[in-house]
């Protein structure tokens, strides 16, 4: 008689949560994520590590799982990274700003308003977090589905099994 037991998603969601946030968060690097890639390669990494730790091969739900709780637990860890980012980050915003404004010589005095007014801030920390919540849980699932598939471990049979 077999005891299978349910792999354990919290290491998995917490690695793949990192990737997410962590490369979601930082300035330049989230500009990869313009296609979801930070995203997706959460997922993967939640299904390969959930993989690492077990000898049956994952089923492509647990993957998707995985996958799932990465990218949730990942939009904590980029707002919680985002804060401390974007206060460092907006005199440099605000600066460049101010230059684009000040070398536009045809632009409405509406539109200067409007940029003049945008420094990011609070509002650019909460439009990512909402972003890569939503986001992260529909791409990072995929990611834990093509992770699970690509890292699914092959059951080996012994010579005892065979007739």
């Known amino acids: 008689m077999s005891t299978t037991t349910k ?6 969601a ?22 979801c890639l930070w995203l997706v390669s959460g997922g993967v990494v939640a299904a390969y590590v959930l993989q690492q730790n077990q000898e049956a091969p994952i089923t492509p739900g647990d993957g998707a799982l995985a996958g799932l709780l990465a990218g949730i637990v990942g939009a904590f860890i980029c707002l919680v990274l985002s804060i401390p980012i974007a206060i460092l980050m907006a005199p440099m915003q605000r600066a460049m700003m101010e230059g684009i404004i000040n070398n536009s010589g045809n632009m409405s005095p509406e539109f200067r308003r ?15 977090f909402v972003f890569t919540l939503v986001f992260g849980a529909i791409f990072s699932t995929l990611g834990g589905l093509l992770g699970a598939s690509i890292f699914k471990k092959q059951m080996h049979t012994s010579a005892h099994d065979e007739p």
């Open 114 to 128: 409007a940029l003049g007014a945008y420094t990011g801030g609070a509002l650019q920390v909460v439009f990512g």
């Open 14 to 35: 917490l690695i793949g949560g990192a990737v997410v946030g962590t490369l979601s968060a930082l300035p330049f690097i989230n500009a990869g994520n313009c296609c």
């Open 7 to 12: 792999p354990g998603f919290l290491q998995p």
